[in-house]
């Protein structure tokens, strides 16, 4: 099983950028069509965002994130990021990343994940 380290979370205010990343090891994220969730207080983990192995195709859970954040895969650093721009308090939560699960079971161990929190 492959393990996940993300970073590059804070506190932040309403409308600033953030850009967070998850370094894999372990396992080669190019073998897998990879995502990133989050998961609000109170809330279950969701969706944010997924893109394939090769990068050709990209999906965001609503139209609100797909306006605001962008999804990108270095297969040659092993590394995800999320670049979130013009952050909203709604955004608040624990980021994580993990293979996408439309297309089986998750790949890696949960990592830590990391925080974003954001002030209105």
């Known amino acids: 099983q492959g393990q996940l380290d993300e970073s590059g979370g804070g506190l932040v205010q309403a409308g600033s950028s953030l850009r967070l990343s998850c370094a894999a090891s372990g396992r080669n994220i190019s073998d897998y069509n990879m995502a990133w969730y989050r998961q609000a207080p109170g809330k279950e983990r969701e969706i944010v965002a997924s893109?394939?192995?090769?990068?050709?195709?990209?999906?965001y859970a609503t139209y609100s994130v797909k306006h605001r954040f962008t999804i990108i895969r270095d297969n040659a650093k092993n590394t995800l990021y999320l670049q979130m721009n013009s952050l909203e308090p709604e955004d608040t939560a624990m980021y994580y990343c993990?293979?996408?699960?439309?297309?089986?079971?998750?790949?890696?161990?949960w990592g830590p994940g990391t925080q974003v929190t954001v002030s209105s």
């Open positions: 893109i394939s192995w090769s990068g050709a195709n990209i999906n």
């Open positions: 993990n293979s996408d699960y439309h297309n089986g079971p998750y790949y890696f161990n």
